[in-house]
């Protein structure tokens, strides 16, 4: 199946009933007072995120979905039938956003989460309602209120402990490939990607994290340039950045420090606490030069780029330095989990 990040639908829930306009009729009461009910409420639209659906490519062909309306009120003072809510099943990791006022309305997480997207319409009142020592036999009634309409966007943003970054050819489908089940294209030129794509990396007994792999980054991509800007979002629920540096690149005079240093400012435009996040440098592609060779090109990008944070040497090809990469990344991620839960139970 096609892999569909972005889908743009419409919801509208369902109109209130009409009230009734009745009396009562019985034998030997010949004047009875008013008993019609009140119409019934409008259906809501409720989103659910599920599990087995990792695209929305159903919403391309289905954008229109719409609540039950509610049935009119009747006689004997009875209120109309509600209408019945929909329940509209979306992947887990769906962002939910107005297209009217961009507003976030909600983030469908993890399976189960649920979001009330439209609120169903009120019914109407029956002319009982009306009834007074004035007015004893009203023949006033009330339509129901419409539902709510709305337009949405759903955004798929996959969710992933790491995520990988870099330029197109940096190497980063090769490393999945190398880590984790995950078959992306790998092919000798950029942006062979076109598509992320998620690999569950194995690093011992029952110690698994996920990776997730999205198409080269190139500057300007923040405003749009290349691929970028429709996939920099899948990285904003990830936790550890990998930040991949091709140390061989194909073209001679390209400057892997200036290629970094662009990617970097690409993560501070595009926001989303991408900019903060915890980010390691992983310097690529080691099989494609003589050992001391490789060793004096990782330093002099080390030097140059004066980064701080854990620095790994790999190559993606051989799988070289990736057991130890995978070994680090688990353990700090349990480190992670570890200081979360501390800081909920002192919270409670």
């Known amino acids: 199946m096609k892999f569909v990040d972005e889908a743009v639908v419409r919801v509208a829930a369902g109109n209130g009933g009409r ?22 409420t409008g259906g809501d639209v409720y989103l659910i995120a599920a599990e ?74 029956g002319n009982q309602r009306f009834k007074s020592s004035t007015n004893r036999a009203p023949r006033k009634t009330t339509p129901g209120l419409p539902g709510e309409k709305r337009q949405l966007r759903f955004e798929l943003r996959l969710i992933a402990d790491v995520g990988l970054l870099g330029l197109p050819n940096a190497g980063k489908s090769t490393l999945i490939r190398a880590v984790s089940a995950a078959r992306p294209k790998v092919g000798a030129y950029p942006f062979t990607t076109l598509h992320p794509s998620l690999g569950v990396v194995s690093a011992g007994p029952h110690r698994s994290f ?33 930040h991949l540096v091709d140390i061989a690149p194909l073209d001679p005079a390209a400057d892997p420090v200036a290629d970094a240093r662009s990617i970097v400012k690409e993560l501070k435009k595009f926001g989303a606490g991408l900019e903060s996040r915890e980010r390691w440098l992983v310097l690529n592609k080691l099989d494609l030069l ?36 995978k070994a680090a990344l688990m353990t700090r991620l349990e480190t992670m989990n570890q200081e979360e839960a501390a800081l909920k139970a002192a919270e409670a």
């Open 52 to 125: 087995g659906i990792n695209t929305l490519a159903d919403f391309r062909v289905e954008r229109t979905f719409k609540a039950k309306s509610g049935e009119a009120g009747s006689g004997n003072d009875c209120t109309g039938r509600g209408g019945e809510d929909l329940y509209v099943t979306v992947p887990a990791g769906t962002a939910v956003i107005d297209t009217e006022t961009e507003e976030l309305l909600g983030d469908l997480v993890k399976p189960g989460d649920v979001l009330k997207v439209a609120q169903g319409g009120k019914g109407g009142w």
């Open 19 to 40: 009230g009734c306009l009745s009396f009562r009729r019985e034998k030997f009461i010949p004047f009875g007072g008013p008993d019609g009910g009140d119409g019934g």
């Open 290 to 325: 003589p050992p001391d060779e490789a060793d004096k090109r990782c330093k002099e990008i080390l030097r140059r780029l004066r980064f701080k944070g854990p620095v790994y040497r790999v190559s993606g090809a051989t799988g070289a330095g990736t057991d130890a990469l």
């Open 210 to 242: 996920v990776m997730a792999d999205i198409p080269g980054l190139i500057e300007g991509a923040a405003e749009g340039h290349g691929l970028g800007i429709r996939f920099l979002k899948h990285l904003a629920r990830t936790r550890i950045l990998l």
